[in-house]
Structure formats: C-alpha cells, structure tokens
C-alpha cells in the first residue's frame, strides 16, 4: 500500500512501525454546527482506516474536540452558558452525525480541557529544555504566556516548505510584548477577566492550540506514530507546530511518519469554512442527500483534490447510491453460470492501493453494478456477486440499504407471494394470479416480469 506524504511530497510505501497503525486525526472546535467539509475530512479519514483494515492491519485511531477556544468562550458569553454546556451541545450532535454517515468512531477522543496537566507538563519540559519561554511579565514573578523558539528548530518549517526567513518576510507580523521573535507561537496563554483558566506555574491560564494536540498524542499513541491526519489548511500553522514541539520534547524523529491532508472543499471559488458564512451543516446534508449520497460524493473524488459543493453534484450522488442500491436488491436464485466479481475486486484492492484512490473504486462499484443486473436480466445466479460488491461498499462505508420501511420488512412474504403466482401460472390459474400481482400492486409493488425471472419494486 502506498499513501502520499505531505512531509516528503511524493507517495511512499506504507507499513505500520509495530503491531498496529497509531493514527491521530484532528478534530473539531465544539462551538457550532458542523458542516460538509467537517464530513468531507472524516470520511476520507474513515475511509483510510477502513482500508487499513480491511489490508488486515490493525489500527489505534485517536481524534481529540479542542473544547477550549476563543470562538468557543465568544459562544458561551454570547449565549451566557458554561463554555462545557456550549461544546458539549455541539459534540452530541457532532457524533450523532458522524454515525449517520456510517463513520466508525475514534477509539479515543480526548478533550482539550481534560488533558491540562499533561500540557503543563510538556510546556515544562520544552522550558526546560531552552525551547520555550516565559514573557517578560512571567520573568518578573506576574503572570504571562509562555512561547516556542521557532527559530531553535533547525528545520522548522519542513512540513509546508517554508523557511524562516520566507516567513517572516511575507509575513505582516507586529513583534508582540514579551516575544523573543515575531514567529514565536503561544504555549500558554494568561487568562483575560472573565475567561475559563486553569493554575499553572505561569499563573491562571490557558493551553495554546497547537500544543493541545501534542500533548493528546504523546499521552494516547506514544512519540512517535504512523498517520496524522486532517485538512489541508492545517499544514500551516498548526500541523508546522505539532511537529516543531513534538520532536523537541521527545528527540524523537519523525513525530509522524506520515502526513496525510484532505483537500478543501469548495463553495464556488471560496473554501467552505465557518468563518466565510458560506457552509452547508452536516445535518442538512444527511437530510437532503442521504449518507451513502454524501458519502459517494466526498469519494467520487481524489482525497488530495479540491472538491466543489454543488446542489446538483449532490443531487447526482444521491441518485448514484440509489442506482448501487438496486443492484442489490433480492434476486431469484438464477441458473447458469453464477457471476464471479474477482476481477472487479482484484482491481479496487490495486487502485485503494495506490493512494487511496477512491474514485476509481468507486468507478468500480458501479462496473460491478452493471454486471450483477445484466446477469440477473439473463437470469444467472448473482448472490455471491452481490456479497463481494457489498463487501467492496462496505470498505468505503457506504450501507446501500434503502430506507427502512414496511415493504422492505415485508420482503420474504413478497418473494413467497411471487412464487406462489409462478405457481398458478405454471398450472394454467392466470385469474388467481393476476389477484395476487393486481393485491401486491394496491400495496406499492410493482412486479416485473422477464427470462423466467421475476423481479419486484417499490412504486
């Protein structure tokens, strides 16, 4: 198997340092809806470990909610709610999501505002280490924040390609008061009146962003791990610090092995973000295009490509899991030669291989669709092709079960009702059996009729 490496820029062969994959994957800020490009990030991340697994490794997949932020204290005074209550609010229907899109919960999610003392003491150790430093007001006995040299990191800036000196000249930075360097990045921050702050050996305060994660992946995973993953707008600053911090806590390097990114998705010419306004949450889209349709609208996409929002691309992706659907739908047992879909298999094990390239498995799924109805129309045996297709689905999460309902419930006493017509007409009772077809069309099945195979739908 071969993934795409954002720290070495080109696709390497990919094998786990130990027993299992140790993945950590960053999650969401709690303080309100998620939205497509949330989901976007985590299929593509569902979709991997999937694979993964399916590859017969075994994984370890670590995903934390910062649930301390500014956004998230600006929610809360807004609101005029504990900041838990706000981020508790959003993590339940976070999750509730998720599930609907049939993505296979992290083994662990830590929370920011449960692993304080593990940051503090990473903060501690990169102090004393002359990584990191107080402020001036936390040198003279006040309280302050603590920053990261930057510029202590021989290689900083090897994940997005960017020197020092490209930084800071492109950069429109005012040094900050107690900064040793413009480009220093914040540990600690001191608490404002008002805010959520936790003790600390630099007075009342809060972790910085970058360290958060850190820290949850050094406590859950170790020093080093396998995957770390997330968009592509978390190459820079954030996934640059992690490894800055990291590695210089621990002198252990890589901090990851592998850095995988999900491209952006795109509302127009603008990424879907939060903070543009321009976003569609998650719910809606559950609601409006179905799971298996947003899904196969993220994977009908490289995962490293830009994806464009639209009303009709959902729309089509929505009728395109219809049509994977039907072809498994119940089936007579068909004679002849049964249909074989190693072939079809062999090829997407090939193309997930190489990258992740779910567009072509998901090509595949429709070639595999294809063939089971032709050979069902010609009346071949075509379980077994169903089982590898759903097993071929199943890897990219997709359920391709219609909706829940009465008909379907009631699926083996519509077959047993079919071949009892099969019966009369075979013993010359056309009369009892147009009934029985006239009774089940009243009832919103439709009944077709062809090469001594009968098949049934919902009107």
């Known amino acids: 198997m071969r993934l795409y490496n954002t720290l070495s820029r080109k696709v390497e062969d990919f094998t786990p340092m130990g027993d299992e994959v140790l993945m950590y994957v960053c999650g969401v800020t709690p303080y309100s809806e998620s939205h497509l490009g949330h989901a976007m990030c985590y299929i593509v991340f569902d979709t991997l470990r999937r694979y993964l697994e399916f590859r017969g490794m075994k994984v370890k997949h670590v995903q934390n909610y910062t ?32 599930a609907e899109l049939n993505i296979e919960p992290a083994h662990v999610y830590p929370r920011a505002t449960e692993e304080v003392p593990s940051i503090i003491s990473m903060i501690e150790g990169l102090i004393d280490k002359g990584m990191a430093y107080k402020s001036l007001a936390a040198e003279e006995g006040g309280f302050g924040d603590v920053y990261y040299r930057v510029d202590k990191k021989s290689d900083y800036g090897k994940l997005s390609g960017r020197s020092l000196e490209s930084m800071l000249s492109g950069a429109r930075i005012e040094p900050l008061e107690g900064k040793e360097n413009p480009m220093d990045f914040t540990l600690w921050k001191a608490a404002k009146p008002g805010e959520p702050a936790w ?18 992946s050094l406590r859950h995973l170790g020093p080093q791990i396998d995957i770390h993953g997330g968009g592509l707008d978390l190459v820079f600053p954030h996934h640059e610090n992690e490894i800055a911090q990291t590695e210089a806590f621990t002198d ?37 295009y179905t799971p298996d ?73 429709f070639e595999c669709a294809r063939e089971i109805n032709r050979a069902r129309d010609a ?14 689905a199943g890897v990219l999460g997709l359920r391709l079960e219609a909706a829940a309902d009465d008909a379907m419930a009631a699926a083996p006493f519509i ?45």
Not at 255 to 282: A, P, T, Y
Not at 329 to 352: H, K, S
Not at 432 to 442: H, I, K
Not at 444 to 451: M, P, R, T, W
């Open 67 to 98: 649930d301390i932020d500014d956004k998230l204290i600006a929610r809360a005074e807004r609101e005029g709610l504990p900041m838990n209550e706000i981020a508790e609010r959003y993590i339940k229907e976070f999750e509730r999501d998720i």
């Open 379 to 392: 009346g071949r045996p075509v379980a077994a092709a169903q089982a590898t297709m759903r097993e071929l």
């Open 199 to 216: 003790d600390s050996p630099w007075g009342p305060g809060r972790p910085g962003w970058h360290i958060e994660c850190s820290a949850m």
């Open 415 to 459: 077959e047993l009702l079919i071949e009892l017509r099969k019966e009369l007409r075979a013993e010359k009772q056309y009369a009892l059996a147009d009934r029985v077809r006239t009774g089940l069309t009243e009832l919103g099945i439709v009944l077709e009729d062809g090469a001594g195979v009968t098949k049934w739908k919902q009107a």
């Open 252 to 288: 252990a390097q890589p901090f990851s092995r592998f850095w995988v990114h999900n491209g952006f998705l795109q509302m127009g010419d603008e990424k879907m973000s939060k903070s543009l306004g321009n976003i569609l949450n998650m719910r809606e889209a559950i609601d409006k």
């Open 293 to 365: 349709g947003v899904r196969l609208f993220v994977l009908g996409s490289t995962y490293r490509s830009p994806l464009t929002y639209s009303e009709e691309s959902m729309a089509a992706a929505k009728a395109s899991s219809e049509r994977l659907q039907k072809a498994l739908e119940p089936a007579a047992e068909g004679t002849g030669e049964a249909l074989d879909l190693t072939p079809q298999r062999e090829r997407f094990i090939a193309v997930m291989d190489e990258d992740l390239n779910t567009a072509q498995a998901v090509a595949l799924l």
